[in-house]
């Protein structure tokens, strides 16, 4: 019997610690850098239009479906830690979904940082930091690693099978496939790793032109997308993976999406051509023949795909640079709450606020952001910085 | 329309008499436009030795009145209908300096048949290298009169003109001749003057002329919504055009200074916002003390700027040049690390793009034209005087951020240019004459 295809769906949910709007002149008085009130308003915003109700539609198709429903998600640290902190109720929801075995969880830096770029020993500890929140919340331990926003390049494979992970997902990427197949398992340089690879154009049909009435596809529906999925020669696995907050938030709900996120879900399990699967499935049945050879970084962000969502600007690349200089300086005060304080300054989206792109990935920035402008981002982040090394100084 | 569009512009500042960002601008889009249409431009002073190419230029200094031929009889409008003004208030200063008694007189709706004589003596106050001394009402009275009699001598189909000063004349010549009418922006009396001036005969006069114009072009969207909600004017009929700037050889210099240097450039009149510049300073200084503020320019607000300054004990770290030449001003720029504009009301802001040229990051007022074009600025309302000292602070203190605000700047000049805006106008033109042409058939 003919396997059928795998579609692999990987729902990402983060949320950073969003910091406040720290003026020079709150540099040295003991102005709190983490903006708790916001963050607050975000996540629970985000869980009325988002996480609960898609959750409900989880566990809905979940129950419906015991031993067909195959998906796959990735918390942030610290998205898990404010959902704790601000809506115990969320997090009891993913729980209660999680409570399914198909379902599996992702490995990813705690801080949901960049850290695998600059300093591996820091990597490590978030990574291992996160896979021990993961099973003390939701007793899993993740064996596939989403890096921060898919980011990759053959450097990182062996830092990730280093601690224990067999897989990675990250980014197709046209440059470097070269006409090759993304929707199949490549190995990394080294062969140590398996590596799948994220489908952009179809998780994009939905991440980004779902809404889009001047798409081609407009509307997208369940059926249009199976028959996209079943135009795709010679695959394996296809992997969809998305914010979660595509659902409800990114889209809103008048749009239908959640009718086309579950009739979609649907139509696969009932399909004779197509099954969910999760990485850990997919893994199981198919190997490697390839190697994905990825020499410099890429990531799912933005057209470039690239690190410059990050670092594409001098202000950014300051800012980066910083926080990592102070790593050594904090681990020698040996202070718990001190390292998570920095930690939770290396989040990526203080540096994508910082962005100062201005096409249409612009856009994408300005609309996550909750500063006026990049410039702003920066300042703040900043005067933090300054504070943070005062702070360092007198303890 | 088979034939290029033939403008009749009324313009009051052009080089080299130069006072502000009205000369600049008015050559600037005058220079562009005239690759388009055909360009007849009337101004109360020409210099023999500054001409452009491909216009028509008539600088009433050097007006010679024999060449007139007055056609009283065919053409009589009556002049000045349309401003019920009897007595115009003294002191009440349009763009220069104070203490001056600008006008007092009471005009006559009756006066008709202008004589050569006559004129010959009103051409007198054109003779002058200071358009805004005490005989101002004087010029702007004599210069529409003038403006007038040229322009039935002239074939146009568009009366464009510049600030109020020119606007009476357009108003007249529009009466006179049924031609379309744009009344082009550069600054408001409420933006020179505080919203408290309006209501006064200048703003009358802008209100009127922008009632009676076909089109109003703003040099900015600040300064449209100005115009549509303070002076009511209806909103289909006014457009923003923003102003550009030429690209100028602009170089860096060693400056002798250790210190850093934030600088002002500007008239020192409230709109500016002297106070505000000295206010942010104080604050700065308290934190960053090795920092110079220079303040270049003059104005009603100096001396008073001066003695605040000795009063603050800002002595040794404020700077005060006076007028500078462009030399100087361009030499300053070179050496300046901050270039700061907290104006109350900005039309534009001109200097600003000059700032941005320089590679000097902009610290702007949100009440500002040019904060629209300069995304790259930092901004901060006039008023707040903590946003607009962080600002400062935060782009001495961090370099990736004022490497980033030059870089951003440049893009932001590159989408700016005289051309550009010149096509913009117009097609403002072609637009109205096209929608003329469709009434004239519909009524026909």
């Known amino acids: 019997m003919l396997l059928m295809i795998s579609i692999c769906f990987y729902f990402q949910v983060h949320q950073p610690y969003r910091i406040n709007e720290f003026t020079f002149f709150n540099i040295g008085k003991n102005k709190s850098y983490i903006n708790d009130a916001l963050n607050e308003e975000i996540i629970n915003k985000v869980s009325q239009s988002c996480y609960l109700p898609a959750n409900e539609l989880m566990i809905n198709l979940s129950l419906k479906y015991p031993n067909k429903f195959k998906i796959a998600y990735s918390f942030s640290g610290i998205a898990i830690e404010q959902m704790e902190k601000y809506a115990p109720d969320t997090l009891a929801s993913f729980k209660t979904l999680m409570l399914n075995p198909n379902i599996e969880i992702l490995g990813e830096t705690y801080y949901h940082s960049l850290s695998s770029i600059y300093i591996p020993e820091e990597f490590e500890r978030q ?57 199949r398992i490549y190995n990394d340089s080294n062969k140590h790793t398996n590596l799948m690879l994220r489908n952009y154009n179809l998780s994009d049909d939905i991440g980004f032109r779902f809404s889009d009435k001047n798409s081609k596809e407009y509307p997208l529906t369940a059926k ?18 998305l914010d979660y907050e595509t659902f409800g938030e990114h889209h809103k709900k008048e749009n239908k999406i959640f009718g086309f ?15 969910l699967a999760t990485p850990k499935v997919v893994t199981s049945l198919y190997k490697p023949t390839d190697v994905y050879d990825v020499k410099e970084y890429i990531s799912w962000a933005d057209t470039e795909r690239d690190l410059s969502a990050w670092l594409g600007n001098s202000m950014q690349h300051e800012a980066m640079k910083k926080i990592y200089e102070l790593r050594e300086k904090v681990f020698a005060k040996n202070n718990k709450e001190l390292i998570d304080l920095w930690a939770k300054l290396t989040t990526s989206d203080h540096f994508y606020y910082m962005s100062t792109k201005t096409n249409s990935d612009g856009m994408v920035h300005k609309y996550f952001s909750p500063y006026n402008t990049p410039y702003d981002a920066y300042v703040y982040y900043m005067n933090i910085i300054s504070d943070f090394e005062i702070k360092l100084k007198n303890i | 329309m088979a034939h290029k569009p033939k403008v009749l512009m009324l313009g009051w500042e052009f080089p080299p008499i130069l006072n502000g960002g009205l000369g600049v601008a008015s050559y600037g889009l005058t220079k562009a436009l005239s690759k388009l249409v055909d360009i007849t431009l009337i101004l109360p002073i020409t210099d023999p030795n500054f001409w452009v190419e491909n216009i028509e230029m008539i600088g009433l200094n050097n ?37 001056k008694v600008l006008f007092e007189s009471t005009f006559s709706t009756s006066e008709l048949h202008p004589l050569k004589e006559k004129l010959r003596e009103e051409l007198e106050v054109f003779k002058t290298n200071d358009l805004y001394d005490g005989a101002l009402g004087q010029r702007v009275y004599n210069f529409s009169k003038m403006a007038c009699i040229l322009a039935f001598k002239k074939d146009f189909d568009i009366i464009h003109a510049h600030d109020w000063m020119t606007l009476v004349a357009a108003m007249e010549i529009k009466s006179a001749t049924q031609k379309p009418m744009v009344a082009h922006i550069h600054s408001l009396e409420i933006d020179r003057n505080g919203v408290e001036s309006y209501g006064n005969w200048i703003s009358q006069i802008e209100k009127t002329a922008m009632e009676m114009a076909d089109m109003v072009v703003a040099v900015s969207q600040y300064t449209a919504n100005l115009i549509k909600e303070v002076y009511k004017i209806p909103a289909h009929k006014v457009y923003a055009v923003h102003n550009a700037i030429d690209q100028v050889p602009v170089f860096r210099s060693e400056s002798s200074l250790p210190e850093k240097v934030v600088m002002f450039l500007g008239r020192v009149t409230g709109q500016k916002g002297p106070e505000l510049f000295m206010d942010v300073a104080t604050k700065v200084l308290e934190y960053i003390p090795n920092v110079r503020f220079v303040m270049a320019g003059t104005g009603n607000k100096l001396k008073e700027m001066i003695e605040m300054g ?101 893009a932001d000049l590159a989408k700016v240019s005289w051309e550009k805006s010149a096509a913009e106008v117009y097609n403002l033109y072609l637009h109205h004459i096209a929608e003329e042409e469709e009434e004239v058939l519909f009524i026909g």
């Open chain 2, 310 to 410: 000795a009063y603050k004990d800002l002595g040794n770290r404020f700077h005060f040049t006076g007028f500078l030449s462009p030399e100087k001003v361009r030499y300053l720029l070179s050496i300046s690390d901050v270039y700061v504009m907290p104006s109350v009301s900005e039309p534009f802001g001109l200097t600003a793009l000059e700032a941005a040229q320089f590679g000097v990051p902009c610290v702007i007022s949100n009440q500002s034209g040019v904060a629209e074009v300069l995304t790259s600025a930092l901004k901060a309302d006039y008023w707040d005087v903590d946003k607009m000292s962080e600002n400062i602070i935060s782009i001495l203190k961090y370099k990736g951020l004022r490497d980033q605000l030059v870089k951003d700047a440049y």
């Open chain 2, 63 to 99: 007006f010679d009145i024999e060449n007139i031929k007055i056609n009283s009889t065919t053409q009589r409008y009556e002049f000045l209908e349309h401003i019920q003004i009897e007595k115009i208030a003294a002191n009440l200063l349009p763009y220069q300096v104070a203490d």
């Open chain 1, 224 to 241: 249009k997308f199976i028959h996209k999925l079943s135009k795709i020669k010679d695959a394996e696995c296809i992997n969809i993976c």
């Open chain 1, 127 to 183: 990574a291992k930091l996160h896979s021990k929140k993961v099973k003390e919340i939701f007793k899993q331990t993740p064996t596939t690693f989403r890096n921060t926003e898919l980011i990759y390049s053959n450097n990182t494979a062996p830092l990730v099978h280093n601690i224990g992970f067999n897989t990675i997902i990250t980014e197709s990427v046209g440059r470097i496939l070269k006409g090759k197949n993304e929707n």
């Open chain 1, 261 to 275: 996120l579950e009739n979609t879900l649907e139509e696969i399990m009932n399909s004779t051509d197509f099954e």
